[in-house]
């Protein structure tokens, strides 16, 4: 059986994905029989090379709140 994961490697999320099928492999019968291929996935293909804001910043101006939101 084959098993096609596409991830964003800088992603949190992508990481915690990639340790469920491993888990979830480990204690498979036939786990041995599995091929697991991984395909690259840019999340934000357009995110600066270099940062200009900090995480909390980038993450309240995407999805709103963040400090700003938090400041009264």
Do not use: N
Request: hydrophobic content about 35%.
């Amino acid at each position: 059986m084959r098993i096609d994961i596409w991830s964003d490697v800088v992603c949190p999320w992508c990481f915690i994905g990639k340790r469920r099928p491993e888990k979830a492999l480990s204690t498979f019968e036939h786990a041995d029989d599995v091929e697991i291929v991984w395909h690259s996935f840019q999340l934000d293909p357009g995110a600066p090379t270099t940062p200009v804001e900090t995480v909390a910043e980038a993450l309240g101006r995407k999805y709103g709140g963040g400090r700003p939101a938090g400041r009264r």
